[in-house]
């Protein structure tokens, strides 16, 4: 004769299971902290430029890394890839925009990528950092769903400066 699991066990099992559940969010991994709401807005002071496309800020009293989102410039720093042409371009010319500047990060519908990064629209003032960089030249548009509010307008951008042989899409 088999023996049943007590209702001490199961209710043992079934608080096993909601803390594992509980314990799998949608934040990356990495932080343990969803960040800012999606659609919001926050100030943050860039501490450090990575590369084109990425910049570690401090928000909210933290350093983290931002990703900007609906784009992508050519790679200089990515492990076990060579540097890509007009990567070097991209990179000086967003060190040029925001290095040690104040920035407002917008986000979209999903605040963060799988590495844990925020994924921000890039604002100094009044210029839109993401949108200045696909106009001139300095990277190609890059939607990913859910994050495509500003998509039709980089498309627009991308199209418009490939057309004019504007930076990347005259180089490369």
Request: glycine letters at 12%.
């Amino acid at each position: 004769m088999k023996s049943r699991p007590g209702v001490g066990s199961l209710l043992l099992l079934a608080l096993a299971f909601w803390l594992l559940i509980q314990g799998c969010g949608s934040d990356g991994g990495s932080t343990g902290d969803a960040g800012p709401p999606a659609g919001s807005s926050v100030m943050a002071r860039v501490v450090r430029v990575v590369d084109g496309d990425t910049i570690v800020a401090r928000v909210d009293g933290r350093d983290e890394y931002v990703r900007y989102i609906g784009m992508d410039t050519p790679e200089t720093v990515k492990p076990d890839t060579p540097v890509q042409c007009y990567g070097p371009q991209a990179s000086d010319e967003n060190h040029r925009l925001v290095e040690g500047r104040t920035v407002r990060l917008t986000f979209d519908r999903e605040v963060r990528d799988d590495y844990g990064r925020l994924l921000a629209y890039v604002h100094v003032g009044k210029e839109f950092i993401n949108a200045e960089l696909v106009r001139d030249g300095f990277a190609r548009t890059l939607p990913i769903a859910p994050n495509t509010s500003h998509a039709g307008e980089f498309q627009r951008l991308a199209s418009k400066a490939a057309k004019a042989g504007r930076g990347l899409w005259g180089a490369c």
